[in-house]
């Protein structure tokens, strides 16, 4: 059973920073499987469709939407199966439910965090 959860989501004004993570457990992950999957965070408001807007390969390269380069920066530990979001200047349009997967979310869903920007 494969289990996706993240957490650090929460309130903050526009300008500040937060960190997700995301923690994936269950049997598939033993051994190297994490390590070479490649992940990704997705975002969703209401009524649109998720999007992905950071991805960070086996290898550790990284790819952002552009709505979010130099902003947001993706990492990953294999040694504790998580992969992280430290979003920095954020702005009111960050505002969403934010997810991990992998690039063509293979995985279950999560819960999601959610990210609130305003004043």
């Known amino acids: 059973q494969v289990q996706l959860v993240e957490s650090g989501g929460g309130l903050v004004q526009p300008g500040g920073s937060l960190r997700l993570s995301c923690a994936a457990s269950g049997s598939i992950f033993s051994g190297s499987i994490f390590s070479i999957s490649p992940m990704g965070w997705y975002r969703q408001t209401p009524g649109k469709q998720r999007t992905l807007v950071a991805q960070?390969?086996?290898?550790?390269?990284?790819n952002y939407a552009d709505s979010v380069k130099g902003r947001f920066t993706i990492s990953r530990d294999n040694a504790k199966n998580t992969v992280y979001l430290q979003m920095n200047s954020l702005k009111s349009e960050d505002t969403a439910v934010y997810y991990c997967?992998?690039?063509?979310?293979?995985?279950?869903w999560g819960q999601g965090a959610q990210v609130t920007v305003s004043p």
């Open positions: 997967n992998t690039p063509d979310g293979l995985f279950p």
């Open positions: 960070i390969s086996s290898g550790g390269i990284t």
